[in-house]
């Protein structure tokens, strides 16, 4: 259920939706499932078995397997803590919304009213003053990750019983009420009339695995994290499968949430739905378009509002603890720190680090941010496993671990799949995207903001692996 609720998250509502409609429409679900099946569920059953037989957080696991791998396993860590950083900003936003849903603050100018509540200053470059509601919500949100981690799991389990089934039936309520909406039916069909000439687009191909893996929150050492608290008799394939089904189909629903709504609008102001352009993607989509169409609703608008903005955030804080577990696990097991110490420093240091976000160009370093970690980090991780896993340990090893606590048996196609495919696929991307961003500077920016802001995160993530791994363990009792 938490690996459900890692995987489920803003990621399914606002990305997934506008990357099927770019890539294909009805058609990009052909890739989709065949990289959720060729490289997700794979990689989360390699990440699955190798938490729970170490039965340790990543770096001990890493180390477990070998002594000298224990900085990939602190890597994998450190990168979720990273994204934390800023989707926690998204969430205050979104907490500030879902007050802001219960009178429609916005009125009928959505747009101008977001670039208020942000102070936004249109650049990344000026930062402008601290907008007083993201900083309350960042309080607010860092503590609840506090409150839900500091004792351990049996009170994530708690959390998740409420957190994972809350917002699915909030987003069928939410699709139910689109649907029966006026031009619902334009938007869905826009979202899934299939373009199958995409098919033969490499790009599209590419979509489809990175939106798998960042969708099923794989190569983040989260899953290793959370498979090493699993019961002994765990049945890890079939886990594996059921939560990216599961994952999945969250993120089909959600197109059918957010394209009857855009359809709902376009059909409002006589426009056609590609006039909308980019306001069907990303924060656009959640703080400007969502809102606008929800104050033209003709019944109890600020009822949908509200229930749109708690099922984002209940959405995204199983995700937002999930980005922290793995480090305060991993300072835990090799430090010997309490839960609620190793806890604590990391929700503070992760409260100061976001801070960087809370002034008027918080929108544009996060979107800065987020091209890189999101685009690049995952997948390097990504391919570290592989290779390292595939190539330089033996395989089988944890294929015949999985198989041993599962009914359904995984066969020498998977050990194909982990040491040629995905890598092979890995490497594709990373290549295209480092290309691509050396041609065009990501938004034009100019180098060095990109080197800042960018480059340099990647780069000290990368090296304060190694010094973790470095520092000294003292002694401890048990
Ligand atoms: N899978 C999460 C989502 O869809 C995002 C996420 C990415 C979580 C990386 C953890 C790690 O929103």
Same mark, same amino acid.
């Given at each position: 259920?938490?690996?459900i609720?890692s ?13 099927c ?10 890739? /989709?499932?065949i ?6 569920i794979?990689?989360m059953?390699?990440?699955f ?6 039965r340790?957080?990543?770096p001990?696991?890493?180390?477990k ?6 900085? !990939?396993?602190?890597?994998t860590?450190?990168?979720?803590f990273?994204v ?12 500030s /919304?879902?007050?802001?849903s ?17 102070? &936004? ?6 930062v402008?003053?601290? $907008? !007083?509601p993201?900083?309350?919500g =960042? ?6 990750i ?7 799991v049996d009170?994530i ?7 994972v089934?809350?917002p699915?039936?909030l987003? !069928? ?11 619902? !039916?334009?938007? *869905? $069909?826009?979202?899934?009339t299939?373009d199958? %000439?995409?098919?033969?687009?490499? +790009?599209?191909w #590419? ?13 983040q ?13 765990? &049945?890890?394939? +079939? ?8 994952d999945?189909?969250?993120?089909? #629903?959600?197109?059918?949430t957010?394209?009857?709504?855009v ?8 426009? $056609? ?5 980019s306001?069907?993607?990303?924060? +656009? ?5 969502y809102?606008?169409a929800?104050? =033209? =609703? ?5 009822f ?7 099922? #984002? ?12 577990e793995?480090?305060? %696990?991993?300072?835990?097991d090799?430090?010997? #720190?309490?839960k ?16 960087t976000f809370?002034g ?13 970690i ?23 090893k =944890?294929r +015949?671990?999985a198989n041993d606590?599962? &009914?359904f ?11 040629? *495919? ?19 500077p ?8 990109i ?10 993530l990368f090296t ?9 363990v003292?002694k401890?009792?048990?």
């Open positions: 259920m938490a690996a609720g995987a489920v998250g803003l990621g399914n509502v606002w990305r997934f939706p506008y990357v409609y770019e890539n294909g429409g009805g058609a990009f679900l052909i890739p /989709y499932f990289a959720l099946f060729t490289a997700g794979p990689l059953i390699l990440e078995s190798l938490g729970h037989w170490a340790r957080a990543p001990e696991a890493f180390k397997i070998k002594k000298k791998w224990e900085w !990939i396993g602190w890597w860590v450190l990168m979720p990273a934390a950083t800023y989707y926690v900003v998204i969430m205050a936003w979104c907490f /919304y879902m007050v802001y219960v009178d429609l603050h916005w009125g009928s100018q959505a747009e101008v009213f977001f670039k208020h509540f942000l102070g &936004d200053t249109g650049t990344p470059l000026v402008g003053s601290v $907008s !007083i993201v900083l309350l =960042l309080i607010a949100i860092w503590l609840s506090f409150l839900i981690l500091y004792k351990g009170r389990g708690k959390v998740v019983a409420l957190t089934p809350l699915t039936v987003l !069928i309520i939410l699709t139910i009420r689109g649907l029966t909406l006026p031009g619902a !039916i334009e938007g *869905v $069909s826009y979202y899934l299939p199958f %000439s995409s098919l033969g687009d490499v +790009n599209v #590419l979509a489809a695995y990175a939106q798998v893996f960042f969708s099923l929150s794989i190569a050492g989260i899953m290793i994290t959370y498979a090493s608290f699993l019961k002994k008799k765990s &049945d890890i394939n +079939n886990n594996a499968f059921i939560i990216s089904l599961a999945a189909g969250t993120s089909f #629903l959600a197109g059918f957010v394209f009857s709504v359809g709902y609008l376009a059909a409002t102001r006589g426009i $056609s739905i590609d006039a909308l352009g306001q069907i993607a990303g924060p +656009n989509l959640t703080f400007i378009t809102p606008t929800i104050s =033209l =609703l003709p019944f109890a608008a600020a949908f509002g509200v229930i749109f903005f708690i099922a #984002l955030l209940t959405f995204g804080i199983d995700s937002a603890f999930s980005m922290i793995p480090i305060s %696990s991993s300072l835990h090799k430090w010997g #720190l309490t609620t110490k190793a806890t604590g420093i990391m929700c503070l240091f992760g409260f100061f680090l976001s801070l809370v008027g160009n918080g929108l544009h370093l996060l979107s800065i941010v987020d091209h890189f999101a685009n690049f980090g995952l997948v390097m991780i990504g391919l570290v496993e592989c290779v390292t896993l595939g190539w330089m340990y033996e395989l089988y =944890l +015949n671990h606590t599962s &009914d048996q995984i066969g020498k196609w998977w050990e194909l799949l982990i040491k040629y *495919v995905i890598p092979t696929v890995l490497l594709t991307i990373l290549i295209v995207s480092i290309y691509r961003n050396l041609i065009h990501y938004m034009g920016y100019p180098w060095w903001v080197a800042t802001l960018g480059v340099i995160p990647l780069i000290i304060s692996s190694f010094v973790l791994m470095k520092i000294k003292k401890r009792g048990a």
